[in-house]
Nanobody, 124 residues
Framework: QVQLVESGGGLVQAGDSLRLSCQAS????????MGWFRQAPEKEREFLAT????????YYADSVKGRFAIARDNARNMVYLQMNNLKPEDTAVYYC?????????????????WGQGTQVTVSS
């Protein structure tokens, strides 16, 4: 069993940066692919980024490519999402997810564990 807790969300202005963190407990993340998703009101959950267990492979949604960066520190059981040049349309609840597989995925249904989410609000 894996517990995930996101932090780092908040209210920022357009153009600002935020760094989200995801702390895992209960089990090492060393053999799990990780992902970040978000969900805005009345919208479906949207894939943002994923990273392989060793950190060597990453994949991003087109909507955030070049602005967001995913990273992980397996020694600390942490996953991060650096978000730059934030836009009002980035406003959403952001979720960290773990997949008990070495292979990255952009499909939410393929993730086994989810955090409770952290709110990011970007004002114009």
């Amino acid at each position: 069993q894996v517990q995930l807790v996101e932090s780092g969300g908040g209210l920022v202005q357009a153009g600002d940066s935020l760094r989200l963190s995801c702390q895992a407990s209960g089990r090492t993340l060393g053999n799990a692919a990780m992902g970040w998703f978000r969900q805005a009101p009345e919208k479906e959950r949207e894939f943002l980024a994923t990273i392989s267990w060793g950190g060597r492979n990453t994949y991003y949604a087109d909507s955030v490519k070049g602005r967001f960066a995913i990273a992980r520190d397996n020694a600390r059981n942490m996953v991060y999402l650096q978000m730059n040049n934030l836009k009002p349309e980035d406003t959403a609840v952001y979720y960290c997810a773990a997949r008990t597989s070495l292979i990255i995925s952009y499909r939410a249904v393929e993730y086994d564990y989810w955090g409770q989410g952290t709110q990011v609000t970007v004002s114009s």
